[in-house]
T-cell receptor, first 117, second 114 residues
Framework: NAGVTQTPKFQVLKTGQSMTLQCAQD?????MYWYRQDPGMGLRLIYY???????DKGEVPNGYNVSRLNKREFSLRLESAAPSQTSVYFC????????????????FGNGTRLTVT | AQSVTQLGSHVSVSEGALVLLRCNYS??????LFWYVQYPNQGLQLLLK??????LVKGINGFEAEFKKSETSFHLTKPSAHMSDAAEYFC????????????FGTGTLLAVQP
């Protein structure tokens, strides 16, 4: 009953370094999402993938790239980390997007805590 | 554009007291509204959702929320707080359409005092 698995759980980077956050779901969900959570700002959508083979920008995509590797996996890459990217990153999945997506709740991973110095 | 506003970033109640967490929404179309809960060091979990079937929505762990169109509100309540309810609660709105891009509020941290 793994659900949504994120790796790593913690990461410290220096400014300018790159890294990839991994996310995998075992629920056969079609849609996957990356959010960042910052104090006092709630969760903000970085990128999402409505279905395998598609990706789209969310509210705060600058400085990030994503890859929907297959139906299970959706990775988030920081090419040149900046201190402003210090945050907690959450991956989520839902059974479907589309017009009935409101009936398809998001399932979240436990997050990756990233610090950029 | 749709948005949600959560009044009160921190709420403290005594064990056994009423829990009331406030959420107001802004939407030009009938909204789909959600409450999620986040326990320490965990991801978010769905508490309940409003999808226009009924204005009073019951969720898990004894929580419920009432959709009031005239007040553009979707407040979360629980009659009697338990210590295990201590967590952060997020209200969210879905714009619907072709994607499930939830828009979250800034969250309310609930503390339950013994």
């Amino acid at each position: 009953n793994a659900g949504v698995t994120q790796t790593p759980k913690f990461q410290v980077l220096k400014t300018g370094q790159s890294m990839t956050l991994q996310c995998a779901q075992d629920m056969n969900h079609n849609s996957m999402y990356w959010y960042r959570q910052d104090p006092g700002m709630g969760l903000r959508l970085i990128y999402y993938s409505a279905s395998e083979g598609t990706t789209d920008k969310g509210e705060v995509p600058n400085g990030y790239n994503v890859s929907r590797l297959n139906k299970r996996e959706f990775s988030l890459r920081l090419e040149s980390a900046a201190p402003s990217q210090t945050s907690v990153y959450f991956c989520a999945s839902s059974e479907r997007g589309g017009l009935s997506s409101y009936n398809s709740p998001l399932h979240f991973g436990n997050g990756t805590r990233l610090t950029v110095t | 554009a749709q948005s949600v506003t959560q009044l009160g970033s921190h709420v403290s109640v005594s064990e056994g007291a009423l829990v009331l967490l406030r959420c107001n929404y802004s939407s030009s179309v009938p909204p789909y509204l959600f409450w999620y809960v986040q326990y320490p060091n965990q991801g978010l979990q769905l508490l309940l959702k409003y999808t226009s079937a009924a204005t009073l929505v019951k969720g898990i762990n004894g929580f419920e929320a009432e959709f009031k169109k005239s007040e553009t509100s979707f407040h979360l309540t629980k009659p009697s707080a338990h210590m295990s309810d201590a967590a952060e609660y997020f209200c969210a709105v879905s714009p619907g359409g072709a994607t499930n891009k939830l828009i979250f509020g800034t969250g309310t941290l609930l503390a339950v005092q013994p």
